[in-house]
């Protein structure tokens, strides 16, 4: 056996785009943090670049982020960067980050129905 330093490592799992239908006020994704190498009870803070975000559960796991539309207009599309921070039961503390690009569709875009409850699925993509 040989003793080796814990190296804890977060990633934030989740939609890295979402689509925003032609009259929708906002949209969400559902994001959740993957923890590793970390010790005792975890705790987490989720943040958001940008105004316009709600975080519904900022000191959850896993959380739903509304990105609301804002002066957002049809065919154009913004970034935001959604990061939570995990911490352990000795001080261990580590971020992790994951880019959002919300499009919004243009007059003429049909979106699928699933994509009203489902924004994150492939299919609601640009160009899918």
């Not at 929708?24 to 994704?29: C, I, Q, W």
């Not at 709600?54 to 509304?66: D, G, L, M, R």
Request: a neutral charge; glycine letters at 8%; charged letters at 15%.
């Amino acid at each position: 056996m040989t003793v080796a330093d814990r190296i804890p490592a977060a990633a934030v799992i989740g939609p890295s785009s979402l689509s925003l239908d032609l009259n929708a006020p906002r949209t969400y994704g559902y994001f959740g943090a993957h923890a590793e190498d970390f010790y005792g009870r975890l705790t987490f803070s989720w943040t958001a670049s940008g105004s316009n975000v709600v975080i519904a559960s900022p000191n959850a796991q896993s959380t739903k982020i509304t990105f609301q539309r804002a002066n957002t207009k049809p065919g154009d599309n913004f970034e935001r960067t959604v990061t939570v921070r995990v911490t352990d039961g000795e001080g261990s503390a580590i971020s992790a980050s994951r880019v959002v690009t919300v499009f919004a569709a243009e007059a003429g875009d049909s979106l699928p129905p699933v994509c009203k409850v489902k924004p994150w699925l492939d299919i609601c993509a640009p160009g899918s």
